[in-house]
């Protein structure tokens, strides 16, 4: 039974919340200027509680089941931190309030810059950014930035690969800059060859995602570093993969200039059915003046009796903000608790154990489904959702049909050079119990495949809804409700 | 470790499964020569220890719990009923991630679109989007929508000087490498009417706030009309808030309304996480970017509801995407759709007024202190002006000793306006912390 729409739920009157009654005199409201209608729900408090708390059991999140969605790294999401952004010290503080009366904030903010730099080898870093999308925004306006500051005017094309996620390209557009394709070869690398040829000095720089999307590390990426480097170009590094390598190389020492980190897969923010997301910027020395600013820095080193005094600078150059305020120090707070938590080691310890859950699927798996590239991969893997003794069964419905044993289905149909790709991420929180059973669940659709497809293409069956009709939400577009009443009145 | 569960013997079996002795082995295409970095960072600690260090900060700043806020300009400090922090406490809603399988789903889907119908109502609009980071990277969305609606043959954007100096400068930097002429806030008293006159046929939008930067509310509807005849969309920049008391923005014409959606139940939380309200009317959902969730049924014949019009988005579209935005404020869109449940009707109309009357009483007194003087001289909604005797970090100093956060100083974004504060008065003070700021004031100017 679908759960009613709030309005469905409204009565005229009802009220879900006391408010004070007001303590100064009214003041005259401004003629033609105060609405007639104000067209929303009427709840008891209860009602939006049930409501809610309704809705929310549709929903498949991390704390309920295994959620292998590659590139989004499904993390455990350590209760902790709800509980540190909450702190009042860190809630009820005004992004524009004295930078003195917010010293706490700037020290936090400052820590993770530093931590951030540490991990991923670089000079300086900016928090700003609200998404990994947003980050690369960022990161390649900073590239644009700096090459006009050089006189470099020509340098407008930026190289993405053929397996690199859509945000790249789509980046690449918004920035003005245009975007030149770069095949992959049979390893799943990037071709070197095709690569050599594209070097020139209109290329601004290539945009690098390292574990690329297939999970593998880039086998030649001190060669493409040299060869963009060579030819005057900057390299972009998209730091949605970074799970796998805290602390198994930083992708400074590599030779990357920009990378931006998503706080939400990596450091255990969580995803928040969408968002909000953290995506801050790091970048090499060449580039520090770039950043958007403010960023947070030492004003004062202070000494054995005062602490430092924290402060925001603006770097000489910046690109300008690229949102409001500081960036989403909500999430900031929950990245610091996670990683002060992990620690040096404990980081360490997380890339290993994504590293090795992925591969141990992957080994488990490979008899039944094909791996396109069967080698050592670090935190995530694809493999093909066909077989070619049952031919009608597609990714989709192998997705579909792990809804039914209570698994979030893999990343589908992505990268795009893969056909029927299925793209797996345990990630390091998994117990190999829950790996095994995976490995069993998905041995047993690979059986259903051939034995019985139709039990596939009409799944999934044990979920609440069945699968939705898209092709009709494209067509007859309904995209908001209204009140009956208010519906009533918009008509006549 | 607490958040990786194996065990040594897990580990053994794995590893040999794999086929490699140990960790190490697994790396062996990462260059050897920058492999395992000894990363400085600090050792791990207890979840107790985190918390003492956490607390030790959280306490290192002022809380607006221990003090009166005057401060706003974008960020206001409102009331936020129990109840939104438990639902977004609902694991199941913030462990998910985007939905891209309605089926386990519907949850998000429905609260989503719960949120856009809210949204359609509250600015007079047809169709939302699911949200944008903030309300500064909405309005950066809502030029780069205009430029597409033109197929990029207009260049030229008119900014009111009213709208937040932040959200101007996010303008300002997606589009640097856009080729754009952007006009009309070189002069912080240009009005509506000097921006009407700004309009021409190259114009691709207009945007304006509503309540203004400064806390005005104008009735935009010849701007409207006279963006309308020259062809250029119009773009109000609207305090979601203000709508539970004042005409919506879709009643003087508007193309677009976006705005920052955290005066609706979300934390200061020093700036962020926020919500990016974006609105249009039906005739640009197909060129608007982030999104959507429309209504559908299932195999069962079930109402359910779906991510739509995904051949926009980046990962379909690619380099021809209109924008690369693949996430939206799920979140924090779900905190307004709880705190609009709760609210309610009333609710919002009474939190608006609270906030308009005590902004009244406040500006009233303060007007009648010698010395300083309302700027303001068209109706007002929460905030106000004031020009000062003293420069305005000069008395945020002193205010500060006795736990008053005054309000903003205008001269840091608008050389002629040194010595002229920005006074946000919400819901969260009382007529008693009114007349305090007001006494401290009067001492101030004194002094």
Known sequence: ???????????????????????????????????????????????????????????????????????????????????????????????LQDPDTAQGNLALMYALQEWLKEIGGFASVSLQPAAGAHGELTGILIIRAYHRDRGDEQRTKILVPDSAHGTNPATTTMSGMEVVEIPSDERGNIDLSELQKLCGDDIAGLMLTNPNTLGLFEEHVKEVVDLIHGCGGLIYGDGANMNALLGI???????????????????????GGGGPGSG???VSEKLVDFLPGPIVDILDEGDDEE????????????????????????????????????????????????VLNANYLRVKLNDTYHVPFDRINMHEFVIQGEFKDAPDVHALDISKRLMDFGIHPPTNYFP?????????????????????????????????????????????????????????AARQLVLCCMPADFQEKVES | MAYIPH????????????????????????????????????????????????????????????????????????????????????????????????????GTLQAIFEYQSLMCQLTGMDVSNASHYDGATALAEAVILALNTHRGKRSKVILSPAIHPQYRQVVRTYTQGMDLEIAGDEKCDNGPEDLIALLDDNTTLIAVQYPDFFGHIDDYTELGKAAEDVGALFCVVANPLALGLLKPPGEFGADVVVGEGQPLGIPLSYGGPYLGIFTTSDKYVRKMAGRLVGETVDTRGQRGYVLTLTPREQHIRREKATSNICTNQGLMALASVVYLSTMGKAGLRKVAELCYNKAHYAAEKIGQIDGFKVWNFKPFFHEFVISCPRPVAEINDELLDIDIIGGYDLGQDYPDMKDHMLVAVTEMVSVDEIDDFVAALEEVANA
Not at chain 1, 250 to 270: A, I, Q
Not at chain 1, 330 to 345: C, D, E, F, I, L
Not at chain 2, 33 to 51: G, K, Q, T, W, Y
């Open chain 1, 1 to 95: 039974m679908p759960e009613p729409l709030i309005y469905d739920l409204s009565a005229p009157g009802r009220v879900g919340v006391t408010l004070p009654d007001s303590d100064v005199p009214a003041a005259e409201l401004p003629k033609g200027l105060v609405r007639e209608d104000l067209p929303m729900p009427e709840l008891s408090e209860m009602e939006v509680v049930r409501h809610f708390v309704r809705l929310s059991q549709y929903n498949h999140g991390v704390d309920i089941g295994f959620y292998p969605l590659g590139s989004c790294t499904m993390k455990y999401n350590p209760k902790i931190n709800e509980d540190a952004a909450r702190m009042p010290g860190f809630a009820l503080t005004h992004p």
């Open chain 1, 249 to 271: 190389v930083r992708p400074g020492d590599l030779g990357f200039d920009v990378l931006h980190y998503n706080l939400h897969k990596t450091f255990s923010t969580p995803h």
């Open chain 1, 280 to 282: 801050p910027v790091g």
């Open chain 1, 307 to 354: 602490p430092p005094i924290y402060g925001l600078v603006k770097p000489k150059k910046t690109i300008g903000r690229v949102k409001a305020f500081l960036g989403h120090f909500g999430m900031h707070v929950r990245a610091y608790t996670y990683m002060r938590m992990q620690g040096k080691h404990g980081l360490r310890a997380v890339s290993d154990h994504a």
């Open chain 1, 416 to 472: 795009l050079i893969v056909p029927e790709a299925l793209m797996i991420e345990p990630t390091e929180t998994e117990t190999k119990e829950t790996l095994d059973e995976f490995i069993e669940v998905m041995k047993k659709i690979a059986r259903e495949a051939r034995e019985d497809p139709e039990i596939l293409h009409t799944a999934p069956h044990e979920t609440p809804f069945g699968r939705l009709d898209e092709v009709q």
């Open chain 2, 7 to 106: 065990t040594d013997k897990d580990r053994q079996e794995m590893l040999a499964e794999i086929g490699v002795a140990g960790f190490d082995e697994l790396y062996q295409d990462v260059p050897e020569d920058v492999r395992f970095p000894d990363l400085d960072l600090p050792e791990s600690v207890s979840e107790m220890e985190v918390m003492e260090q956490l607390q030790a900060l959280s306490e290192a700043n002022l809380e607006l719990g221990h003090a009166s806020c005057f401060l706003g300009a974008g960020a206001y400090y409102h009331y936020v009923p129990s109840v939104v922090d438990h639902i977004l406490r609902r694991n199941e809603f913030y462990t998910a991630y985007t939905p891209y399988q309605p089926e386990i789903s519907q």
